[in-house]
């Protein structure tokens, strides 16, 4: 079965560092784009990061851009995202997702993780 686990979330300080990772199973990224998205209740989901596995070439939301990198192990089959310079804003459950088709809509991802929490707070 295809599968993706997502994990490292927890609660940071504002201004601290934390790195997730989504570990996939069942298939190879190799063919895909694969991305991060986060979620506040309530809210849309809102797209991350993402990048194309073969090529690694990556594209950020310009609410992170500057302090979150997205990043793969090929030989681990694992997708990374270490986050830096974290606000409160920040906080949401992250999901990893990934899709063959483009664009950076959630609708358009066809397998997803069953999420980790990160909370920035004092």
């Known amino acids: 079965q295809k599968q993706l686990v997502e994990s490292g979330g927890g609660l940071v300080q504002p201004g601290g560092s934390l790195r997730l990772s989504c570990a996939a199973s069942g298939f190879s990224l190799e063919h895909y784009a694969i991305a991060w998205f986060r979620q506040i209740p309530g809210k849309e989901r809102e797209f991350v990061a993402k990048?194309?596995?073969?090529?690694?070439?990556?594209l950020y939301a310009d609410s992170v851009k500057g302090r979150f990198t997205i990043s793969r192990d090929n030989a681990k089959n694992t997708l990374f995202l270490q986050m830096t310079s974290l606000k409160p804003e920040d906080t949401a459950v992250y999901y990893c997702?990934?899709?063959?088709?483009?664009?950076?809509?959630?609708?358009?991802?066809?397998?997803w993780g069953q999420g980790t929490q990160v909370t920035v707070s004092l």
């Open positions: 997702a990934a899709s063959r088709t483009a664009g950076t809509n959630a609708n358009n991802y066809d397998y």
């Open positions: 990048v194309w596995w073969s090529s690694g070439n990556t």
